[in-house]
């Protein structure tokens, strides 16, 4: 399981996740039904020159938790740098804010 900071301002839940020596094809966030979901999965073995294989683990991260309000997935950012993830979800305004 992947430790998953968040936080949250008045625009926008903020979701913040480690995850050193990935890539950015290597993480999927996706959001259903007001769900959070990220998978990081290496590429370990994935790319090996042929005639070789490769013994070892393969391994997944994951993240999984429910967003304390409704979001606007339209708007949604997500930012990869340096082996920290940030996912930016603005909240969906509601009738009483306008």
């Known amino acids: 399981m992947l430790d998953l900071d968040v936080y949250e301002d008045e625009r926008d839940v903020v979701v913040l996740a480690e995850l050193p020596g990935l890539s950015e094809d290597e993480i999927e966030v996706m959001v259903d039904d007001e769900v959070l979901t990220i998978l990081a999965e290496p590429s370990l073995g994935r790319h ?41 979800l603005p909240k969906r305004k509601t009738r009483e804010q306008g």
Not at 56 to 64: A, E, N, Q
Not at 67 to 83: A, N
């Open 48 to 88: 090996k020159p042929e005639g070789h294989c490769r013994v070892g683990r393969s391994f997944r991260f994951l993240g999984v938790m429910r967003l304390p309000c409704p979001v606007d997935l339209d708007q949604m950012r997500v930012d990869f740098d340096g082996g920290m993830l940030t996912v930016r």
